[in-house]
């Protein structure tokens, strides 16, 4: 799959060819795209030119690591995976971490890394909920009202363009925002009040509404038992998403799930799942099931054969009209334009190549606040959100749903966090690192691979965390 109808060098906007993949009820969908603004890190604790360019995780993240839950042991693919809890360079909240695979080969998806590193992931996002939900940390931290996602973007195949997954490991997003963060969103505008095309494109992709269909259709293929989950219905028709934001969301029962093999064992078959829905999609516009080598996409095919191809497929009626109005709405690209592409801005490249598939990002999240009363820890169900991309280079830890606006974009990197409040941040990021380290020692202890290092700390900005 291709580009849009026009070229980004040309200057007059030209109209969307999406625009009817968006119900005309969506002009009035609350979002928050200007208003959550983050600050960077303090000076000093840049990435180094080194770092950036580092030819391996350990060597970019050397500076940034708090923990390392796994390293070691062997699998079918050779080394074990190394799964480490990191200080992020550009964060999107105070209290925020990531917990990544850090192998010196890329391991991008959920079915790339062996089982166990997915549990210690999963088991580690649980016991995040439980850290922020217990009284003594909200009251040290300030965490009461405050409200939580668990992200993890999956973009294996673009290389070519600024991806939703820039790192290719895979990885899970620890995201807290307090009440002070979360006052930003108390007025939240409108979808109506956007009329910058590129921005709409970027932040309300073309599969949001249609990619809910899409996915939820052959997820409900999926045994859902396995989880204990309940698969939402989609936006249908003129309606938008409420709180839960868009996409496909499955409703699963409780926190504690996550603590099971089940767990990520589903979440295994859902990646497998959306890798062959991508392929048959690929397939059905383009006769190809491989993603395209980087910078170049496969041709596509004839609009009526097309056409033929989707409605092979299986899909409702509904979800087959909508490919058909994306199939209409895309364009090959040329050589040329790919070169100029390749030299041009990566707001040009992010407007007009396409991801390559499967790129999804997954959210997990529940309603309500944090509390002593009611912790986020208690909520009876919690929203696993499956988000389809094409045009979009924002991620689910970027854009997501919170606190009831169901499009929220996180902006990074405005101004800078003062020390005082790094050094906040630093001793929650290590409060966690113990109390997981002890939650889950227990389990570790069992596994044939190394014992998990001791908890670092942080020393100062030039050394970071020793």
Not at 406 to 423: I, K, T, Y
Request: contains cysteine; positive net charge; glycine residues 10%.
């Amino acid at each position: 799959m291709r580009s849009p109808l026009r070229s980004p060098l040309r200057s007059r906007p030209a109209p969307d060819p999406f625009a009817a993949l968006i119900p005309a009820a969506a002009a009035d969908l609350p979002i928050a795209w200007d208003r959550l603004r983050v600050p960077g890190v303090p000076a000093g604790f840049d990435l180094t030119p080194p770092e950036r360019n580092a030819p391996t995780p350990m060597a970019r993240f050397h500076r940034r690591i708090i923990h390392r839950l796994l390293d070691g042991g062997t699998d079918d693919n050779g080394p074990g995976d190394r799964l480490v809890l990191v200080d992020k360079a550009l964060p999107h909240a105070q209290f925020d971490l990531m917990l990544s695979e850090a192998s010196d080969h890329d391991k991008p998806s959920p079915a790339d890394v062996a089982p166990v590193t997915g549990q210690a992931l999963w088991r580690s996002g649980l016991e995040f909920v439980r850290f922020v939900s217990a009284p003594a940390q909200q009251q040290t931290f300030g965490l009461e009202q405050g409200q939580l996602h668990l992200a993890l973007n999956c973009d294996p195949g673009t290389r070519d363009r600024e991806s939703v997954q820039a790192a290719k490991q895979f990885h899970l997003h620890l995201l807290y925002w307090t009440e002070v963060e979360l006052a930003a969103l108390r007025r939240p505008g409108r979808l109506s009040d956007v009329h910058d095309g590129r921005l709409r494109r970027q932040l309300l992709d073309p599969l949001a509404f249609l990619g809910a269909r899409l996915v939820a259709a052959r997820v409900a293929e999926l045994d859902l038992a396995a989880v204990g989950g309940r698969l939402l219905a989609p936006a249908e028709g003129e309606s938008v998403p409420g709180a839960h934001g868009l996409g496909c969301v499955i409703g699963l029962p409780g926190w504690a799930v996550l603590g099971s093999p089940a767990f990520e064992g589903f979440v295994r078959r859902l990646h497998r799942c959306l890798e062959g829905l991508a392929a048959d999609l690929l397939e059905a516009f383009t006769g190809e099931r491989a993603p395209p080598r980087p910078w170049h996409r496969h041709r596509l095919l004839p609009v009526p054969q097309i056409d033929a191809r989707i409605r092979s497929l299986g899909l409702p009626r509904a979800v087959c009209d909508g490919l058909g109005v994306l199939a209409r709405g895309l364009r090959d690209l040329e050589p040329a334009q790919l070169d100029r592409l390749r030299r041009g801005s990566a707001g040009a490249r992010q407007h007009c190549m396409t991801l390559n598939q499967p790129c999804y990002a997954l959210n997990l999240h529940a309603p309500g606040r944090n509390g002593p009363l009611a912790p986020l820890i208690d909520a009876p169900e919690v929203w696993l959100g499956i988000q389809a991309k094409l045009f979009s280079g924002v991620g689910g830890a970027g854009l997501l749903a919170l606190d009831g606006v169901p499009s929220v974009r996180v902006l990074r990197g405005c101004s800078r966090f003062s020390e005082a409040q790094w050094r906040l941040r630093a001793d929650f990021q290590r409060a966690f690192a113990q109390h997981n380290r002890d939650a889950l020692a227990p389990w570790l202890a069992g596994l044939p691979a190394s014992p998990p290092a001791p908890v670092r700390r942080f020393a100062d900005f030039s050394q970071g965390w020793v």
